[in-house]
């Protein structure tokens, strides 16, 4: 499947924000219309923070495991993501790009490494929910980047 991107910019200085994203727990905040029940193992920021959460949807009994995999200050964080009982595989990408005027730009890329056969069937579906669930995450983002 195609990748999907979803950016916001907010007023806040590109190494603030990437100060933000990098500690995993603060994910939950603006990721919590899409998954519940959180819990956090390993170091709180950087390279090998994890996270699990289930996925918030009626009757989900669905998990999903995210570790950061890389995180290059203050620039670029990537996580990895398994779903699906280990047949979904995601790899996310945050970058932070100085804006001329002053703020950041972030985008947020989605790509999958690995689908369930359900899912192959219909990628034009799996790719608009996504983008619309990302678009509403930074937009929560991007709200309390900028009242913090």
Do not use: C
């Amino acid at each position: 499947m195609k990748p999907v991107t979803a950016a916001t910019t907010v007023s806040k200085p590109r190494e603030e924000v990437f100060e933000f994203l990098d500690v995993l727990a603060n994910h939950e905040t603006f990721m919590n219309h899409l998954f519940v029940d959180w819990s956090f193992s390993g170091p709180a920021r950087g390279v090998g923070a994890k996270a699990r959460a289930r996925v918030s949807a009626p009757g989900s009994r669905e998990w999903a495991d995210f570790e950061i995999a890389e995180a290059e200050r203050p620039g670029r964080i990537v996580e990895e993501g398994v779903s699906s009982n280990g047949k979904r595989h995601t790899r996310g990408t945050y970058r932070f790009e100085e804006l001329p005027e002053g703020g950041t730009k972030i985008s947020f890329e989605l790509a999958w490494t690995s689908v369930p056969r359900s899912e192959r069937l219909a990628p034009p579906l799996a790719r608009l929910f996504i983008r619309r669930a990302n678009g509403k995450a930074m937009r929560r983002l991007a709200s309390q980047l900028n009242q913090s």
